[in-house]
């Protein structure tokens, strides 16, 4: 099969079947166009559909043991893809990335610390370090309002470590403002990280959406980042069967690593997921031709984004689109906060993420998801900018 546009191009009613993005009557209603949660509306690989369509013709479905061909199937996939070498002690299983975060300020911070973020950020980060009682500590990102692009403000995040934050939650690349984080940003983050002695916990969920010629970069390729980092990756995002629920954490410390097992231990989280299992081994060894063809259309989308964001909503400004299949509209020219915003586009029949998800930086932006076909997507736009320029 050939993973050409006409493939990504093909429109799939997703519509009742419990599907977050397009069922969610509480954002959009029925004939509503979906450009907000970070999923695809795109046909998964042939390979993952096979591979539990095979499982499900056996009836029986008890407790699964680990099978040393899923860390093969990931640490196959890291040197591939991304140069990566990881040893199958260094990974733990989870059942999800947020699973993933919130364990490690569980482990590695007591009630009442603070915890480092970079902001604006994907919310669940506040939640992972609210939801355990720890403090949130965020350090802003700094924005050039001529081109819409961000920077690390490393002098807050040195100050934040100062004053006494306990680990350092890093999104790489960063969701929502697109940004891909170079070996020389990475490594400064990490040699304060050092500086101070605190963990990194680094959710590099996002690491396959990264347009050529520009390649991702892992902390755990930074020698400063080998020793103190965790980091977070999993297939659900890139080969979008995130309601399959299966994520891995990969940690080169030994005493850490031992830490984050006792913490699962204690809650009792076990990753045996028969079909989510499968499902990964099948993504991370017989899917990189879909995987080169999402790339290649997403490429292509981004640019096509940018110009229908320029004709429809010429008020807007999009930031440039290093990585992620998300881009960071600032809205602020049209004066309206994002609840207001939100209604709008309810009316509009198109659903955005609001940027107040991403913290209090983000008022006034919204977040597009253009991980669709680019039918959906340049109607998607119209609908927005049809709501905007209305008044
Ligand atoms: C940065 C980031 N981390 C984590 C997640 C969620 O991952 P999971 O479903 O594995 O918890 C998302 C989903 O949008 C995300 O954007």
């Known amino acids: 099969m050939k993973f050409d546009e006409a493939f ?11 599907c977050e993005k397009w069922d969610d009557r509480s954002v959009m209603d029925a004939d509503g166009v979906p450009l907000w949660v970070a999923d695809m509306d795109f046909a998964c690989a042939p390979a ?7 499982r499900a013709d056996h009836p029986c479905f008890g407790y699964t043991i680990e099978n040393p061909a899923d860390n093969e199937a990931l640490i196959g996939f890291w040197k591939r893809r991304h140069g990566l070498e990881i040893q199958p002690g260094e990974i733990q299983m989870l059942p999800c990335v947020i699973t993933g975060l919130k364990t490690c300020v569980r482990a590695f911070t007591q009630p009442g610390d603070s915890v480092a973020i970079v902001t604006p950020v994907y919310g669940p980060f506040y939640g992972s370090i609210q939801s355990n009682g720890r403090v949130v500590r965020a350090v802003s990102l700094l924005r050039d309002e001529e081109t819409g692009r961000y920077e690390l403000d490393f ?38 990280a050092e500086e101070y002695g605190v963990p990194i916990v680094c959710d590099e969920i996002h690491a396959d959406f990264v347009y050529p010629p520009q390649r991702f970069v892992s902390i755990l390729s930074i020698p400063e980042g080998r020793n103190r980092a965790v980091m977070l990756c999993s297939a659900s995002k890139t080969f979008n069967v995130a309601g399959l629920q299966q994520a891995a954490l990969v940690c080169m410390n030994p005493d850490m690593l031992e830490k984050l097992r006792r913490e699962l231990n204690a809650a009792g989280v076990a990753c045996g997921n028969t079909f989510a299992l499968l499902a990964a081994r099948a993504a991370y060894t017989a899917c990189d031709d879909w995987l080169d063809g999402l790339i290649a259309y997403l490429d292509g989308s981004r640019k096509l984004l940018s110009d229908w964001v320029a004709e429809y909503v010429p008020k807007a400004k999009m930031s440039p689109v290093e990585a992620t299949y998300l881009a960071w509209l600032d809205l602020k ?10 209604k709008k586009f309810r009316k509009a029949k198109v659903a955005l993420t609001g940027g107040t998800f991403f913290g209090e930086e983000g008022e006034g932006f919204m977040r597009v998801n253009f991980a669709c076909p680019r039918s959906q997507l340049k109607e998607g736009i119209k609908r927005l900018g049809a709501a905007l320029e209305e008044g």
């Open 8 to 18: 990504f191009d093909q429109i799939i009613d997703r519509r009742n079947t419990d």
């Open 48 to 54: 993952i559909v096979e591979a539990i369509q095979q």
């Open 155 to 192: 002098g807050a995040m040195q100050k934040a470590l100062r004053e006494g934050a306990k680990l350092m939650m890093l999104c790489s690349p960063h969701n929502p403002v697109s940004r891909l984080w170079t070996k020389e940003e990475l490594t400064r983050l990490c040699e304060l």
């Open 333 to 342: 020219a049209y004066g309206l906060s994002c609840a207001e915003l939100a």
